[in-house]
């Protein structure tokens, strides 16, 4: 397999999908927008949120490590992400990856494939589910 090389710099960069990339898609029973975080293992990091299937594209940057100021992912600062998963209520997740090959061969893997090409973001591919939080 071609492993992007570990470690480097701690930062969002668009098209990690194009490599080997580790994949998590997040959104609510009751919302049509959803988040997609892309991972690999030089600590590169995405984080984008959509309006609906494929629609209204933007890359959410002010993800910070935890206690370092840093942007990053390594440990997600909660001050985002526990109000974005706590506004959603119940919640379904795809998990993905994209596996490149030395030779560049790229093959799609998921806990679920939907009908045709690989299509991550179709939400048939996300069947895991995020039980909401009970009220305190």
């Known amino acids: 397999m071609n492993w992007p090389e570990i470690g480097g710099p701690v930062e969002h960069t668009d098209g990690l999908w194009k490599h080997t990339c580790f994949e998590a898609f997040v959104h609510s029973v009751d919302e049509l927008r959803y ?3 892309n991972f690999t293992t030089s ?7 959509f309006d609906s299937y494929r629609v209204g594209m933007r ?4 993800v910070e490590t935890w206690g370092t100021g840093q942007p990053g992912l390594g440990k997600a600062n909660a001050n ?5 998963l706590a506004a959603m209520c119940e919640c379904r997740l795809g998990l993905s990856a994209v596996i490149e090959e030395i030779d560049g061969t790229k093959s799609y ?3 679920a ?3 045709g090409p690989p299509d991550f973001h179709n ?4 069947i895991a ?8």
């Open 109 to 111: 893997w998921a806990l």
């Open 35 to 37: 988040f997609e975080f």
């Open 43 to 49: 600590l590169q990091w995405a984080v984008y949120q």
């Open 123 to 126: 939400r048939d591919c996300f």
């Open 80 to 84: 985002f992400l526990v109000p974005v």
């Open 59 to 62: 890359k959410l940057e002010n």
């Open 113 to 115: 494939h939907a009908p």
């Open 129 to 136: 589910t995020l039980p909401a939080p009970d009220a305190p």
